[in-house]
């Protein structure tokens, strides 16, 4: 194994970038209708590749979870969740905008709030998630609920698309015999509209960060 501490490590090599960023080969010109937009087409769509194929690496470690022996246990925690889901410009945000949240859920609850300061789609739904089983979340995720009782929410719990906010509205204990082949479905939808939540809300951050440089 290569030791990174003795290896000079820079952030283009690391990522390839020469190789990626030279990987763009537009053709309508040479097809006699040149189109400005095929460079955008192309770029979106190499970048929702490379997702699918973050999305296939997390499916195998559902897929190692669901064939766990923990999996066959017949009482099952299932919980009531609701999200919100933010980004910051910059991490001593954090504290002040999280505050921010918090004084709003205070004071309109935390659906209207999930409605204003979401990113996720599920604020159409004041960040409703509806019914989860405990085993489809992340670690991260089971410890910020474990610090809370119904009713509470969770300080932000970092993902690699922003901030995740969850209030347990309900939780209760099934005891049901285990559809392994249902509760995989089930964590891979769970599991695919995390990856695309985490594509979108960076999506979103890189435009808004756009969108101030150009203002000045």
Same mark, same amino acid.
């Given at each position: 194994?290569?030791?990174?501490?003795?290896?000079?490590?820079?952030?283009? $090599?690391?990522?390839?970038?020469?190789?990626?960023?030279?990987?763009?080969?537009?053709?309508?010109?040479?097809?006699?209708?040149?189109?400005?937009?095929?460079?955008?087409?192309?770029?979106?769509?190499?970048?929702?590749?490379?997702?699918?194929?973050?999305?296939?690496?997390?499916?195998?470690?559902?897929?190692?979870?669901?064939?766990?022996?923990?999996?066959?246990?017949?009482?099952?925690? $299932?919980?009531?969740?609701?999200?919100?889901?933010?980004?910051?410009?910059?991490?001593?945000?954090?504290?002040?905008?999280?505050?921010?949240?918090?004084?709003?859920?205070?004071?309109?609850?935390?659906?209207?709030?999930?409605?204003?300061?979401?990113?996720?789609?599920?604020?159409?739904?004041?960040?409703?998630?509806?019914?989860?089983?405990? $085993?489809?979340?992340?670690?991260?995720?089971?410890?910020?609920? $474990?610090?809370?009782?119904?009713?509470?929410?969770?300080?932000?719990?970092?993902?690699?698309?922003?901030?995740?906010?969850?209030?347990?509205?309900?939780?209760?204990?099934?005891?049901?015999?285990?559809?392994?082949?249902?509760?995989?479905?089930?964590?891979?939808?769970?599991?695919?509209?995390?990856?695309?939540?985490?594509?979108?809300?960076?999506?979103?951050?890189?435009?808004?960060?756009?969108?101030?440089?150009?203002?000045?």
């Amino acid at each position: 194994m290569v030791d990174l501490k003795k290896t000079a490590l820079h952030y283009q $090599n690391y990522l390839k970038l020469d190789k990626i960023l030279h990987a763009q080969f537009p053709m309508s010109k040479e097809l006699g209708d040149e189109s400005h937009d095929e460079m955008l087409f192309i770029i979106i769509h190499q970048a929702y590749e490379l997702w699918f194929k973050q999305i296939i690496h997390e499916l195998k470690s559902v897929k190692d979870t669901i064939t766990d022996e923990k999996i066959d246990e017949k009482e099952i925690e $299932n919980l009531l969740l609701s999200e919100i889901i933010f980004t910051i410009n910059d991490k001593k945000e954090l504290i002040s905008k999280f505050d921010e949240i918090k004084e709003s859920i205070n004071q309109i609850g935390f659906e209207e709030t999930a409605r204003i300061y979401s990113l996720s789609d599920s604020k159409k739904k004041g960040g409703n998630l509806g019914w989860i089983y405990k $085993n489809q979340l992340s670690k991260e995720i089971i410890d910020g609920l $474990n610090e809370i009782t119904i009713g509470g929410f969770t300080k932000p719990i970092i993902t690699s698309g922003g901030f995740l906010i969850l209030k347990l509205n309900d939780m209760k204990t099934e005891n049901i015999e285990i559809d392994k082949d249902a509760q995989l479905k089930k964590m891979i939808e769970f599991e695919r509209e995390r990856q695309f939540t985490r594509f979108s809300t960076l999506y979103y951050k890189r435009i808004y960060n756009n969108a101030e440089i150009n203002e000045k």
